[in-house]
């Protein structure tokens, strides 16, 4: 459990993961149940919160919300939250998520108002403020080089279940995932390449687990 001081910074992480996915659904879900040429085939109240849900940044941030809220209260529904695996794991995703948007996604798009603030908040704010909190206050020393596959796989849940969606209705959260545009060789191409990202990540927060656990031990 942190300090007075880990719990006031969970406690703004919190609120930045919150105010940054309330404001973006405030702006998608209009635009997604209402007709536009961009939008011909607007989507019913279900259909539109499963979408919403569907984008890796807004579960990422959910899951660090969790995280930070697992330490505050205990609950022993988010138990996995709480362990160092849990914790480490939401590290390595939501770097995926800063770095991936920042030279991938944001070159591509100009966002305003809301949405600009949104992106803002959940492609860095939280991403740092996140990492910063891990080192500073989740406990240190326990993780291990083989534990790095088990990091991974709530990334892989995700990926299966996107193409598993994906191939029922249609719809895929980020081209990269779509196999209508290049195909199933393609998406196989671009999730390898996240995936080896996030265990890349992984890798390197397991050695600065070991780091940070030593400093503890010295002081």
Sequence with gaps: MPDGFGRIWALAGILVAVIGLGLNFSVIAPAMMVASPTNPAPLGPLAMFVHFWS?????????????????????????????????????????????????????????TGALAAA????????????????????????????????MLVPGLVYLGLVLIRGA????????????????YGQVAIGAGVIVIAVAVFCVLLVLADRLLGRDKQKA
């Design 55 to 111: 984008f890796f940044t807004h579960l990422s941030n959910l899951g660090l919300a969790l995280v930070w809220l697992g330490t505050l209260v205990g609950w022993r529904w988010l138990g996995w939250f709480r362990t160092p695996l849990g914790m480490a794991a939401m590290a390595g995703n939501i770097t995926l998520v800063m770095v991936y948007y920042h030279f991938m996604l944001a070159p591509l798009f100009t966002f």
């Design 168 to 183: 029922m209705v249609s719809e895929y959260p980020y081209d990269l995932l779509d196999p209508r545009i290049g195909g």
């Design 119 to 150: 992106n803002v908040l959940l492609h860095y704010v939280s991403p740092l403020l996140y990492l910063g909190w891990w080192a500073m206050f989740a406990p240190h020393g326990g993780l291990r080089l083989k534990q790095v596959p088990l």
